[in-house]
């Protein structure tokens, strides 16, 4: 089992910033990626970005150029950098990993950190 928490939500007005992070721990090993997803209310949930444990990322059109994610091996952690933020941007954000143990494939989930952007 891999547990994921979450931290860094918050509120905060637009054209601001907010670092999300999220940090595992439990069974790391055959961690092959990690992402960022998020819900905001009445819509289905989308994926943000995502990074592969060789550091290749890949961004959500509507967050490129605004949003960096970045990785920490030695402290098995994941960081969303979100800046310039917009009104849009506000949802229940949820960190995800996907472990590859040979035949067995598991997908896990934060407990997810509201970011409400407003002024």
């Known amino acids: 089992q891999v547990q994921l928490v979450e931290s860094g939500g918050g509120l905060v007005q637009p054209g601001g910033s907010l670092r999300l992070s999220c940090a595992a721990s439990g069974s790391i090993f055959g961690i092959i990626s990690r992402a960022w997803y998020r819900q905001a209310p009445g819509k289905q949930r989308e994926l943000v970005a995502t990074i592969t444990g060789g550091g290749r990322t890949n961004y959500a059109d509507s967050v490129k150029g605004r949003f960096t994610i970045s990785r920490d091996n030695a402290k098995n952690t994941v960081t969303l950098q979100m800046n310039s933020l917009k009104p849009e941007d506000t949802a229940v954000y949820y960190c995800?990993?996907?472990?590859?143990?040979?035949?067995?494939?598991?997908?896990?989930w934060g407990q997810g950190t509201q970011v409400t952007v407003s002024s």
């Open positions: 995800y990993v996907r472990q590859d143990i040979g035949p067995i494939k598991n997908d896990y």
